[in-house]
């Protein structure tokens, strides 16, 4: 159990999908404007209830016949069941509607734009693709549906997150899942995600070594590999064609800044702290505590290797993906259970700077123009980021899959926690609970143990306090398609072939030139117009979030 619920929880970094950069317009509703939420719906609104802000319209609305609505999630892994499962049945009940989840690809649904039969809601990633910057184009404004159908709405959101995805016409059309604003952070119910991890079994026999500075960090792995020739001294996550936990991992432990003094872009894979830990990281490969293992896995192989205790260490990133595996391990070899420490840390005294999900969060939902009842579309935002709507879709119905006690903290039955620990499919299939995310947040997580596996409850009372916001470094790549975009990405993926080549270095004479190839490829690439450009939107960021 975590030393304290109100101040723990979690879901892990997910891998981010991208839209395709080209953006087709055409037969997208017209020209751009604000987007008024004109009904499509035979029956208007105005006749089925009245407005009142202190309730959500959902329980004033006198519609009988059930609203059908077509929802494209851009997204082929995501469940297009509805309503057979305790959540979606309720949502189903509470709305009165049904929903036909059609899923696809950036092709298809740029297909879809092209083809202009549009669907009633669209869930997309990347809200600054073209797709998400021409909203006013093709979706109605939140605003403009919230004052016209349910300015409830207004009670439930959250105004922080609301400003940042407004657009240029002052108005917001799309509101995401797990975005966290300034006062998440401050709030210390947002729970780190990254860890330093030891087997507990290892970590006791070798006297609890420490790992904070490169001298000791060096030192206690030579310890594992003499001790433990079978095992892996140090792994980390599939580093697959980016960096893994090697680059903007390892820089937030470090609390490599965020910018330079001057309040400009700082390119923190120079920074000379990182740079030396990334040479420690080299001199730990050439001892034989990193296998070539590391580099070549995929998550599959990484994940079998976690199941079966195979790392005696691991920078490890998204605990809550890997905590099934964790778990695995953990039951098997209770004595041997991964444990967060204190791993590489600064060598110059800055402080621990873990990051977590942004204010732009993951998914965006928008309501296109095509909306056959808009009224209806609101109160399916307000209801799911109601604290109604977020006890439902994390713990569904109260008495029947969970209870909750006088601090308000919420247990699992004892059918239910049995059928998630022994048959995770039927738990999915049957009740769904934490599934369905399009307007989750971790906050609503940590009311109850039961939301996470018990082998990190310890991973996340260690990262306490040592989370911070990297609010100001969200969406300031280059815009897509113009030549610093293509710059930056050919530049991403230098650095990304250029860490692996200094960290599997075979002395310091290779380490170095990989260093300079990609400080050369900087010059040869377009680096100073695109820290101008990087330079200008963290500018703009700031004032979106009152920093000065």
Same mark, same amino acid.
Request: charged residues 25%.
């Given at each position: ?7 723990? *929880? ?128 093709w979706a109605l404004s939140l605003n403009d ?157 990484f994940a079998e290797k976690t199941k079966t ?138 009311? *109850? ?100």
């Open positions: 159990m975590f030393k304290s619920l109100n101040n723990a *929880s979690n879901i892990s970094k997910l891998g981010f999908g991208l839209l395709a950069s080209t953006f087709i317009l055409t037969a997208c509703g017209g020209e751009e404007t604000g987007g008024e939420a004109n009904s499509n719906d035979d029956t208007a609104a105005e006749t089925r209830y009245e407005l009142d802000a202190t309730t959500p319209a959902w329980k004033l609305d006198t519609k009988e016949e059930t609203t059908e609505l077509t929802w494209y999630v851009n997204a082929d892994w995501w469940n297009k069941d509805f309503g057979t499962d305790t959540v979606t049945k309720k949502i189903k009940e509470d709305l009165n509607i049904d929903i036909e989840f059609i899923t696809g690809d950036d092709t298809k649904l740029n297909t879809l734009f092209a083809g202009g039969d549009m669907p009633d809601l669209i869930t997309t990633f990347d809200p600054n693709s073209e797709i998400g910057k021409k909203a006013n184009s549906l919230a004052d016209q159908y349910d300015p409830h709405f207004y009670e439930v959101y959250a105004e922080e997150t609301f400003n940042w995805f407004q657009l240029e016409d002052g108005k917001t059309y799309g509101y995401p899942n797990y975005s966290n604003t300034q006062e998440d952070y401050n709030s210390g119910m947002i729970p780190t995600t990254t860890a330093f991890v030891i087997r507990k079994d290892i970590y006791d026999a070798l006297g609890q070594p420490e790992f904070n500075t490169p001298e000791k960090f060096l030192e206690s792995l030579d310890k594992i590999t003499t001790e433990y020739p079978e095992l892996h001294a140090l792994g980390f996550n599939e580093v697959g064609t980016g960096t893994g936990p090697l680059g903007n991992t390892l820089q937030d432990y470090l609390g490599v800044p965020l910018e330079t003094e001057d309040g400009d872009f700082y390119n923190r894979n120079l920074d000379e702290d990182y740079l030396l830990w990334v040479e420690t990281l080299n001199e730990a490969y050439r001892n034989g505590a990193i296998s070539d293992d590391s580099f070549a896995d995929d998550s599959t192989g205790g195979k790392y005696a260490t691991m920078i490890l990133d998204g605990t809550v993906q890997q905590s099934g595996n964790l778990q695995i391990w953990s039951n098997s070899n209770p004595d041997g259970v991964y444990i967060a420490v204190d791993g590489p840390a600064s060598t110059v005294g800055n402080e621990i700077t873990l990051n977590q999900s942004g204010i732009s969060g993951w998914m965006t939902t928008y309501v296109t123009k095509q909306i056959s009842d808009p009224a209806k579309a609101i109160q399916i935002f307000t209801y799911l980021l109601s604290e109604e709507g977020q006890l439902l879709v994390n713990y569904g119905i109260e008495g029947e899959t969970y209870t909750k006690d006088e601090d308000g903290l919420i247990t699992f039955t004892e059918e239910i926690k049995e059928m998630q620990q022994s048959d995770a499919d039927r738990f999915k299939k049957e009740h769904r609970m934490g599934e369905f995310i399009f307007f989750a947040h971790d906050k609503h997580k940590v009311l *109850s143990s039961d939301s996470f596996q018990p082998a990190i409850h310890q991973m996340m009372e260690w990262g306490e306090g040592k989370l911070y916001p990297h609010f100001i470094l969200e969406n300031t790549a280059p815009d897509q398609g113009t030549q610093e975009a293509r710059s930056l990405t050919n530049i991403e993926t230098q650095w990304a072939n250029s860490l692996i080549s200094m960290v599997r270095a075979g002395n310091e004479t290779e380490f170095d030139a990989a260093l300079e190839t990609y400080k050369t490829f900087l010059d040869e690439n377009n680096w100073e117009s695109i820290v101008e450009i990087r330079s200008g939107k963290i500018a703009e960021n700031k004032e979106k979030l009152g920093i000065e």
